[in-house]
């Protein structure tokens, strides 16, 4: 079987490559969108979150059966194109956990305490510290939105912290009762929280969760840390907000050089065992399909509708 993968890293070609020998497999390490110029018989594809999945992209792959994303997010595919077509989808669900949740708190902590600024100034030996107050986040309360693999362990590092956990969730599971979190609604959580974190995928529901229309709810010294999807937070905040920003995710880069917001590049995810989980889930699902056999991350597919 023909298999493609975009976004391939080294690392990533050595282990498909040992694991899948039986099979015609190409490596890219472009998007799918760079890579793919001409038709192509490739029967499986597996892309990362720069690839977009569109219309031209799959009139270009007419035997393709299954589409894989080595991310938990998959906005980045357009499902509707999928839908009409039947093609099977799915994800890397639950593999970044731990390296997202401790990747958001070390933006949180470079927040409160500007420990960025300071080992900045030490390298041109410059130790002043006056202005670099810090806050403490024991006792303080933090609003996480998602309570899925990565909230989750949001909630269980802020509760090691000694703060008072809030949720905003589509499920209830067992954690709330677990750590005694104030399962509660989007504005009391708006309304209580010294921070926020967003632990959401980008879904019609959840886009521009924080808006211009709540977030007057907010405190003025809140917090607000996303890690998850840009198109969560209305951009028009990050010019209007005296807040201060943790941000792995951004939709226009203008911003990055604002003093309230501290940004990353998307690499929350990227750790050694974060790296290893994906390529093991992901070859689980190929080999599941190869198999004929359930898909372990099979997504379902959303009605037509949603996508109108």
């Known amino acids: 079987m023909k298999i493609a993968f975009f976004e391939i890293k080294l690392e990533e070609k050595v282990f498909f490559e040992e694991a899948l020998p039986l099979h015609e497999l190409f490596f890219f390490t472009e998007t799918i969108n760079s890579s793919l110029m001409l038709t192509q018989e490739y029967e499986v594809i597996s892309i990362f979150v720069h690839s977009s999945i569109t219309e031209d992209i799959l009139e270009k792959l007419p035997r393709l059966k299954y589409l894989q ?85 949001m909630a269980r590092i802020a509760y090691g912290l000694g703060m008072r956990v809030l949720a905003f969730s589509r499920t209830r599971n067992a954690i709330v009762d677990e750590l005694k979190i104030d399962f509660c609604a989007l504005e009391k959580l708006y309304a209580e929280s010294d921070i926020i974190m967003l632990a959401l995928p980008l879904t019609p529901a959840t886009h521009y969760i924080l808006n211009q229309g709540n977030v007057d ?60 989980r994906i390529m093991q889930i992901s070859l689980k699902n190929i080999e599941a399909f190869l198999a004929e056999e359930a898909l372990p991350n099979c997504l379902k597919l959303p009605c037509e509708k949603d996508y109108q």
């Not at 500007?114 to 006792?139: C, Q, S």
């Not at 951009?235 to 940004?263: A, P, R």
């Open 69 to 153: 994303t080595r991310s938990t997010g998959y906005d980045h595919i357009k499902c509707r194109s999928l839908y009409k077509r039947g093609l099977l989808l799915s994800n890397v669900a639950g593999y970044g956990g731990p390296a997202v949740a401790e990747f958001s708190f070390s933006l949180l902590l470079n927040a409160t305490r500007m420990t960025n600024i300071a080992l900045e100034r030490t390298k041109h030996d410059d130790l002043r510290y006056d202005d670099l107050k810090g806050v403490e986040l024991y006792g303080k309360s933090i609003g996480i939105l998602g309570l899925g693999t990565i909230g989750s362990q």
């Open 217 to 276: 709810l907010l405190k003025e010294d809140a917090i607000v840390i996303n890690t998850a999807r840009a198109e969560l937070i209305e951009e028009i905040l990050y010019e209007k907000m005296g807040h201060k920003f943790g941000l792995d995710v951004i939709s226009d880069t203008k911003h990055i050089h604002q003093k309230n917001i501290l940004y990353t590049p998307h690499m929350a995810y990227y750790t050694e065992e974060a790296l290893e």
